[in-house]
């Protein structure tokens, strides 16, 4: 399982002090543009997974301003996706320093620790991040914290984080299948339907919820239902473990 990062281009806060002069006030303003303008250079460049440019942009950045906590959780993802798992941590870590208040690096931040297996620490960061109510991002740290969870099978902390994931966003699709696969765990399948209808309304689907909707359909003798998520098993996901896990509950039947 994954957990989502945040690429988002974040608006620099103009700084300076009331008693410095016009000319310095107006070279602090030119440089907080050019640093704002590099940063959406960078942006841009690695949605594009272009990174060498995104690194030659954000590089620029830091030369006008090395304390930037932007520029650093930037560069803490470029690495990321590079595989560069060292740097990366050490930027995320250098963007937290900076402003342990940057939630969108604290989310990004336990994210990488997601995927490095390292669970424990994913967690810590996360229900830290999930603490700022101001943050707008709230309802996939809660996601993201859910998944975590699930990996320490902390399984009520997960169905709690997932319930509020939803809450702060209907249309949260991720926390949708996750609470649609816990509630069919439990054995609360009209629930289970219903999430798994509100995942499908906004996400196209996976061999996860596909191989999900054959179960709930086989639950609820939809037959018709069945056969054509089965369909799509086979010829979108034919060589996923779901559609295996489908084919030996043929064989089972």
């Not at 281009?9 to 002090?17: D, F, H, Q, R």
């Not at 709230?138 to 998944?147: C, D, G, I, K, S």
């Given at each position: 399982?994954?957990?989502?990062?945040?690429?988002?281009?974040?608006?620099?806060?103009?700084?300076?002090?009331?008693?410095?002069?016009?000319q310095s006030g107006r070279q602090v303003a030119n440089d907080d543009d050019r640093v704002q303008a590099l940063v959406e250079?960078?942006?841009?460049?690695i949605r594009n997974q272009?990174?060498?440019r995104a690194k030659e942009n954000l590089s620029k950045a830091l030369k006008i301003d090395p304390d930037s906590p932007i520029v650093h959780n930037l560069f803490g993802l470029v690495f990321q996706l590079e595989?560069?798992?060292?740097?990366?941590?050490?930027?995320?870590?250098?963007?937290?320093?900076?402003?342990?208040?940057?939630?969108?690096?604290r989310n990004n931040y336990g994210?990488?620790?997601?995927?490095?297996?390292?669970?424990?620490?994913a967690v810590e960061q996360l229900e830290l991040c999930a603490?700022?109510?101001?943050?707008?991002?709230?309802?996939?740290?809660?996601?993201?914290?859910?998944?975590?969870?699930?990996?320490?099978?902390?399984?009520?902390?997960?169905?709690?984080?997932l319930v509020r994931s939803l809450q702060l966003n209907p249309g949260q699709a991720r926390a949708a299948l996750e609470l649609a696969v816990l509630r069919f765990d439990q054995q609360s399948y009209l629930e289970a339907r219903q999430l798994l209808s509100r995942h499908g309304r906004v996400k196209q689907p996976s061999a996860r919820s596909l191989w999900l909707g054959i179960q709930l359909a086989r639950i609820f003798n939809k037959s018709d239902d069945e056969a054509s998520q089965a369909l799509a098993l086979k010829n979108i996901f034919p060589t996923s473990q779901e559609y295996q896990l489908y084919q030996d509950s043929i064989r089972n039947l």
């Open positions: 399982m994954k957990i989502s990062l945040l690429i988002m281009v974040t608006m620099l806060l103009l700084s300076g002090c009331v008693t410095q002069s016009q250079l960078g942006v841009g460049y272009q990174y060498p595989g560069e798992v060292d740097s990366a941590d050490d930027f995320f870590r250098r963007s937290l320093k900076l402003d342990p208040s940057f939630s969108m690096a994210a990488f620790l997601f995927e490095q297996g390292r669970y424990i620490e603490e700022d109510r101001l943050y707008g991002s709230r309802a996939q740290v809660f996601e993201n914290l859910a998944v975590s969870y699930l990996k320490l099978d902390r399984v009520a902390e997960a169905d709690a984080a």
